[in-house]
C-alpha cells in the first residue's frame, strides 16, 4: 500500500510520541473543501513546525507545567456522571455510534489481528493502522502547546481528522469511561480552536465498541453548569480562559 507518511519522534518526560503526518490524505482533503482553507493552511504550517522540530521541548518536558491529559471530572459519585452522561446523549449534545461506526470499526479490525498473541493491541498500532487506513485520517500524537505570558499549556493529541469542513480533534479511550476524561479532549479542541484559530471543530473518544461525538464548547457550557450545580471547585482547565 503507497501512502505518503514524514515522522517526528519526540521524547517527552521521558515518554516517546511519534508525530505522524498522512500528507497524502491532507492533500486530498484539501483538494475536497470549497470552504475555510485558511484554516487548513495553518494547520499544515503547524504540522510543518512540528515535523521541523519547531516546539518548546523545554515545556513538554517540564514537570511544572500542566498538561492536559490530566484534566479529568473528579470527585463525583458514578450514578451522578452516569446520569449526566445519559441526559447529555439525550438532548443530543453528545452523538453516541455504535460499534458499526468508522472508528470503533477501525479498532476492532487491529483487535482481531492480535487474536491468539496473548496480548491486546496498544495506542500506536491502533492509531497507526487508522491514520493508514482511514482517508478522513491526517495526523496522530500531534502536540499542542500554549505560551501566552503567564499561561502555559503542553498536550498530545491522539489523531486528527478532516471531515467535509469539519477537523476533528479525536482520543482513543480504551477502557471507555469518556466522560471522566471529557475535560482532556474537549481543551484539545479548544486550544487547536484558539491557537490555530481554526473554526469548526468537533471532539471525539472512541474504543472497539462505542464513540461519542460533541462540541468542544460543552466544557464551558453544561460541564461548567454540572459542576456548578453540584459544588465541585476542581477544575484546573477553566483558569486558561
Given at each position: 500500500?503507497k501512502?505518503?507518511l514524514?515522522?517526528?519522534?519526540?521524547?517527552?518526560?521521558?515518554?516517546?510520541?511519534?508525530?505522524?503526518?498522512n500528507?497524502?490524505?491532507?492533500?486530498?482533503?484539501?483538494?475536497?473543501?470549497?470552504?475555510?482553507?485558511?484554516?487548513?493552511?495553518?494547520?499544515?504550517?503547524?504540522?510543518?513546525e512540528?515535523?521541523?522540530?519547531?516546539i518548546p521541548?523545554?515545556?513538554?518536558?517540564?514537570?511544572?507545567?500542566?498538561?492536559?491529559?490530566?484534566?479529568?471530572l473528579?470527585?463525583?459519585?458514578t450514578?451522578?456522571?452516569?446520569f449526566?452522561?445519559k441526559?447529555l446523549?439525550?438532548?443530543?449534545?453528545?452523538?453516541e455510534l455504535?460499534?458499526?461506526?468508522k472508528?470503533?470499526m477501525?479498532?476492532?479490525?487491529v483487535?482481531?489481528?492480535?487474536?491468539?498473541?496473548?496480548?491486546?493491541?496498544?495506542?500506536?498500532?491502533?492509531l497507526?493502522?487508522?491514520?493508514?487506513?482511514?482517508?478522513?485520517?491526517i495526523?496522530i500524537?500531534?502536540?499542542?502547546?500554549?505560551?501566552?505570558?503567564?499561561?502555559?499549556?503542553?498536550?498530545?493529541i491522539d489523531l486528527?481528522?478532516?471531515?467535509?469542513?469539519?477537523?476533528k480533534?479525536?482520543?482513543?479511550?480504551?477502557?471507555?469511561?469518556?466522560?471522566i476524561?471529557?475535560?482532556?479532549?474537549?481543551?484539545?479542541g479548544?486550544l487547536?480552536?484558539?491557537?490555530?484559530?481554526?473554526?469548526?471543530?468537533?471532539?471525539?473518544?472512541?474504543?472497539?465498541?462505542?464513540?461519542?461525538e460533541?462540541?468542544?464548547?460543552?466544557?464551558?457550557?453544561?460541564?461548567?453548569?454540572?459542576?456548578?450545580?453540584n459544588?465541585?471547585?476542581?477544575?484546573?482547565w477553566?483558569r486558561?480562559?
Amino acid at each position: 500500500m503507497k501512502y505518503d507518511l514524514i515522522k517526528k519522534t519526540f521524547v517527552h518526560q521521558n515518554i516517546p510520541y511519534s508525530f505522524n503526518w498522512n500528507k497524502e490524505h491532507y492533500f486530498q482533503k484539501i483538494n475536497q473543501i470549497n470552504s475555510n482553507k485558511e484554516d487548513f493552511e495553518r494547520l499544515k504550517g503547524h504540522f510543518e513546525e512540528v515535523y521541523e522540530g519547531k516546539i518548546p521541548n523545554d515545556l513538554f518536558n517540564s514537570r511544572n507545567i500542566p498538561r492536559i491529559s490530566q484534566f479529568k471530572l473528579r470527585g463525583i459519585k458514578t450514578t451522578y456522571l452516569e446520569f449526566f452522561k445519559k441526559k447529555l446523549i439525550r438532548t443530543g449534545k453528545i452523538i453516541e455510534l455504535n460499534s458499526q461506526s468508522k472508528l470503533p470499526m477501525r479498532a476492532q479490525k487491529v483487535f482481531d489481528t492480535f487474536i491468539g498473541r496473548n496480548k491486546k493491541p496498544g495506542h500506536n498500532p491502533i492509531l497507526k493502522n487508522i491514520l493508514i487506513k482511514d482517508p478522513d485520517s491526517i495526523a496522530i500524537e500531534v502536540p499542542i502547546w500554549k505560551e501566552d505570558n503567564d499561561t502555559r499549556l503542553t498536550g498530545h493529541i491522539d489523531l486528527i481528522q478532516i471531515e467535509g469542513n469539519t477537523l476533528k480533534v479525536i482520543d482513543y479511550k480504551p477502557e471507555g469511561k469518556f466522560m471522566i476524561s471529557l475535560p482532556q479532549v474537549a481543551m484539545y479542541g479548544l486550544l487547536v480552536k484558539n491557537v490555530l484559530e481554526i473554526s469548526n471543530i468537533k471532539c471525539i473518544s472512541f474504543n472497539k465498541e462505542k464513540a461519542w461525538e460533541y462540541d468542544p464548547l460543552i466544557l464551558l457550557t453544561d460541564i461548567k453548569a454540572f459542576l456548578d450545580s453540584n459544588n465541585l471547585k476542581e477544575r484546573e482547565w477553566e483558569r486558561f480562559f
